[in-house]
């Protein structure tokens, strides 16, 4: 069975830095594209970022370019973004989702996890 | 950056209705689009891929359609269960974009 699960979600003040991480499990992770969603409180869906399976591309949304990173350890299982000069409209749950292979829609989802930015 | 536009944004319905949703995106996007269900409190379900291709799993009721700018999303029976919020997305670009939402109530 396919799981995703995210972790490392919080409070943190504007300006401040969070890491996230999401383990996965149940497939061959090194063999697929992962990406960050996120949907801020009441609102849509939100892409954030890409890292395909070797990590060779990486795509990310203009509101997030140059102060979010994606990375992927396939030793680890284990996606990761780091989250850099946070601002209060980047407060959302995050979700770690894993693109179909060789297409770019989202197969399966984890639970996602919340950031609040906020002093 | 291909937008997507859902409509209506709301919509009112009652148990065996039949229900239809569309999304336009701002540019052609061939059939790369997908559409996903989301309860309260829960992630994203995916339903239709490629426009019109069921997801393995879901019911026959769900159906998807269209190509280029203009798709739909049909529930032939509306059931308890479908109560819920749907997004399509686009993945003709690698900058994905999802519509609005649409979210289906009860009558």
């Known amino acids: 069975e396919v799981q995703l699960v995210e972790s490392g979600g919080g409070l943190v003040k504007p300006g401040g830095s969070l890491r996230l991480s999401c383990a996965a499990s149940?497939?061959?992770?090194?063999?697929?594209?992962m990406n960050w969603v996120r949907q801020a409180p009441g609102k849509g869906l939100e892409w954030v970022s890409s890292i395909s399976s070797s990590s060779s591309y990486i795509y990310y949304a203009d509101s997030v370019k140059g102060r979010f990173t994606i990375s992927r350890d396939n030793a680890k299982n284990s996606l990761y973004l780091q989250m850099n000069s946070l601002r209060a409209e980047d407060t959302a749950v995050y979700y770690c989702a894993r693109d179909q292979m060789a297409t770019n829609y989202f197969d399966y989802w984890g639970q996602g996890t919340l950031v609040t930015v906020s002093s | 950056d291909i937008q997507m536009t859902q409509s209506p944004s709301t919509l009112s319905a009652s148990v065996g209705d039949r229900v239809t949703i569309t999304c336009r995106a701002s540019q052609s996007i061939s059939s790369w689009l997908a559409w996903y269900q989301q309860k309260p409190g829960k992630a994203p379900k995916l339903l239709i891929y490629?426009?019109?291709s069921l997801e393995s799993g879901v019911p026959s009721r769900f159906s998807g359609s269209g190509s280029g700018t203009e798709f739909t999303l049909t529930i032939s029976s509306l059931q308890p269960d479908d109560f819920a919020t749907y997004y399509c997305q686009q993945y003709n670009s690698y900058s994905r974009t999802f519509g609005g939402g649409t979210k289906v109530e009860i009558k």
């Open positions: 149940g497939f061959t992770f090194s063999s697929y594209s």
């Open positions: 490629k426009a019109s």
